[in-house]
């Protein structure tokens, strides 16, 4: 039998070190794209799950509809039972051409302008950071939208436990949903509209039940009624509502500066600007990643953008867009070294 030389042997050594690095390489770059399709805010118009203003589609469609209207949503639109209330709307699960739809009802008509504004907002901000628009009707304070089964952000781990959704329950997708939360957050202060804040906050669980989770785990914000807008340029700032803010989850400017002795008046309440929301963010992303194998470790990676989140002076806080980059940074780079440890036993 013939047998290899010592050089062939170094040449086969060599060619399957450099076949490894390749495959390194294309797993860095297949993530970079990866992350930087999913977690830009922005939609590039050649994008073919996006439509045109005006237009949807959902799940397997492949093309893109007119939104229907007052008579086709009278006509083709059929509710099945209530799923959910909230001050401003009912939700009933509904269908539509045998696709499973959600149908929101004004409950009151003191709050036709919050519902109003919400549609506004859902018409203008439509992207892959927020729930699918699929019809309206002004006339009857009626919206139409994409139905997702798991609901909102609360009860996260009473769905990451059931049976069909356990192979879930990782810390990549644990850390996606912090990058989805990042994104949406850093969309809404870099929209088409402007700089918006997400006034719907006062607490967590209020957070938790403005945005919905799909069934790929993904997140999208879905109650819209509350996002005032900031103008620096118009120096134009907020205040989300007109009642007095406590506790130590809003931030502290939305709290009454003057302390127990005077008692509030909004009229002496100064407003505020978006940083508001970057406050919030740790405490979010802590109960996104939950406390499974690896959460502690992520935890350490961010103690300090999270630390800088939560600096009391609002200017001294980042930008979503930073948060959002230091996860989708963190992401890569774990998922990078859990890709390819091989690689590091041979260099």
Known sequence: MEKKSPHSKQVHVRTGITLVLLTFVLINLLLYFYLDHHFSPWHSSGDPDICPVG???????????????????????????????????????????????????????????????????????????????????????TILTEYHPLGSLKDLEEKFNLPRFRSFNTWPNRLRLAVDYAAIINYLHNSPLGTLVMCDSSDLDKVLSQYLLTLDFRIVANDLDALPLVSREKGQLVKCGHRQLWGEFVAPEQRWPRGEDMEFDDEHMPPYDEKTDIWKIPDVCDYLLGHGEGSDIIRLHLFEIHKECKKRNPAERPSAQTVLNTYKHLLMSLLKDSAAPEVRDML
């Open 55 to 141: 237009s949807f589609k959902m799940g397997s469609m492949e093309t893109c509809l007119p939104l229907l209207s007052c008579e086709a949503m009278r006509k083709e639109v059929r509710r099945l039972k209530l799923v959910g209330e909230g001050a401003v709307k009912k939700v009933y699960l509904g269908e539509w051409k045998e696709r499973k739809v959600a149908v929101s009802q004004l409950t009151s008509m003191e709050l036709q302008d919050d519902f109003l504004h919400g549609l506004e907002m859902l018409k203008a901000l439509q992207s892959k950071h927020v729930v699918t628009l699929l019809g309206y009707c002004e006339e009857n304070f």
